[in-house]
């Protein structure tokens, strides 16, 4: 059922060939997108080398000691609680001072800030920073999909919304190529690479104009409403089953993110392999005799680390395909019949993929990137959410909703991470996928937006 809204939301002339897109669209298209791709990649510097990073700001010798597992679970919960802060703080200020402003006041936070943590010397100075980045990253999402929603046309939604998710695919595997180059380097290096996303900030400002939709309202309004504008009457039911909806599949789907590169890294298995491997190099040119035991722990670590990239980069490259499947998903079902179908495929490759035991060879190259081709679901949401609410209150509600399900999805963190054995992420995933159940009975009590083409 939808709602009426306030005012009508009005798309753009609908174009049939690339052609016929307006150098407007372009610009504001090509703005959100780099904004996503970047998105991607500082949030996933610091997912992919947690563990090694978080052990030496702790000062202990080992991955596995349980002070690595719990300081690192609450960095993550306090960047996942920052990304929910910045979903509904700078929804607001797009709606009060226009999408490409806001748009780069996002990408500017989180550029900074993941730069900064190559600076971090304990653990809170890290999770400090990550928060603060959350806040950029939290925000640039409800701002860009806004943007797009009010810009290009609604029957091309469902492949813009695979185009933005891919993005920040790229931006993740881009993400697992610096940790895979820098593997020799210590893991605060690899923050570094997180500053680039700021130098697009002046072309953002100089070239991307705001959504003619939002000026006409912005003129015709003498307020912007707030957050408590979503629980009134004609929105309320709307708010809550998006939020339960994305609070559900969001802490099942960050459990896994999170929590896969550790548990990958500490399979006996893989360790063992990475041990004859190094053992059975050569000496180096011109020395005799195997290659020292201190030498060799440090070459099993580098290529251990070089698994979790590579396995991590198969899973985004394969949830590529993903987007554009739930794209063409969308354009046959609509919206929310697509969400919940995704959200039982989840279900059902978690269970299989954490309910038997695998080898690290069947995890990294099929089950890992089997999950990863379900989480084109997310890309929905770009695109499904903003239509559902008024003009100015579109950031604001799209972005409440959507990552309020992130405060959820932290404490899942800190709560499954805390369940585990040291070590051992299975059971903890398994008991995480439980949550898909809800979460498709949520989807199909989802509206169906209101310009969808079905």
């Known amino acids: 059922m939808n709602h009426p809204t306030p005012d009508a939301h009005k798309s753009p002339p609908e174009a049939t060939h690339l052609r016929d897109i307006t150098p407007r669209q372009w610009k504001s298209g090509i703005a959100a997108w780099l904004g996503w791709l970047f998105d991607g990649l500082d949030m996933h510097l610091y997912t992919l080398v947690a563990a090694p990073f978080v052990m030496q700001l702790v000062h202990v010798a080992e991955v596995t000691d349980p002070l690595v597992k719990e300081r690192s679970s609450w960095i993550q919960a306090a960047f996942l609680v920052g990304w929910a802060l910045g979903g509904g703080f700078f929804g607001y200020v797009g709606d009060r001072i226009g999408r490409a402003r806001a748009l780069s006041l996002t990408v500017l936070t989180y550029a900074v800030f993941t730069g900064l943590s190559f ?115 004609d929105l309320r039911r709307t708010t809550l089953t998006v939020i339960a909806v994305c609070a559900t599949s969001l802490t099942a789907w960050w459990a896994f993110m999170f929590w896969q590169a550790q548990h990958l890294r500490n399979l006996p298995d893989l360790k063992a392999a990475m041990v004859a491997e190094a053992a059975a190099l050569p000496p180096a040119l011109g020395t005799t005799g195997a290659v020292p035991a201190e030498e060799q722990e440090k070459i099993a670590k580098a290529r251990t680390e070089q698994v979790v990239a590579r396995t991590f980069a198969l899973t985004i490259a394969v949830s590529i395909a993903g987007n554009f499947f739930c794209g063409w998903l969308a354009q046959r079902l609509g919206y929310r019949r697509a969400i919940a179908l995704m959200c039982a495929a989840f279900f059902i490759t978690l269970q299989g993929t954490f309910r038997w035991d695998h080898d690290w060879r069947t995890l990294s190259t099929f089950w890992f990137p089997a999950v990863g081709f379900c ?35 932290a404490a899942g963190t800190v709560f499954f991470g805390l369940f585990s054995k040291v070590g051992d992420f299975r059971a903890a995933l398994l008991y995480a996928s439980l949550l898909f159940l809800p979460a498709t009975i949520f989807a199909l009590a989802m509206p169906e937006p209101k310009d969808s083409t079905r």
């Open 375 to 409: 989480s084109g679901m997310f890309g929905l949401f770009t695109m499904c959410l903003p239509p559902l609410f008024p003009t100015l209150l579109r950031t604001t509600g799209a972005g409440c909703c959507y990552n309020i399900g992130r405060i959820a999805a």
């Open 119 to 233: 600076f971090a010397e304990t653990w809170w100075h890290l999770l400090i920073f990550r928060f603060v980045a959350a806040l950029g990253i939290g925000g640039e999402w409800a701002v860009g999909s806004t943007l797009l929603s009010e810009t290009w046309p609604s029957r091309w939604r469902p492949w813009i919304a695979a185009v933005l998710q891919a993005g920040v695919n790229l931006g993740v595997l881009l993400a697992c190529l610096a940790v895979y180059l820098m593997a020799d380097l210590p893991p605060r290096y690899v923050f570094l690479v997180g500053i680039t996303p700021a130098l697009i900030v002046y072309w953002i400002r100089r070239n991307v104009p705001e959504p003619e939709e939002w000026q006409r309202a912005k003129a015709r309004s003498t307020h912007t409403p707030g957050v408590p504008a979503l629980f009134a009457k």
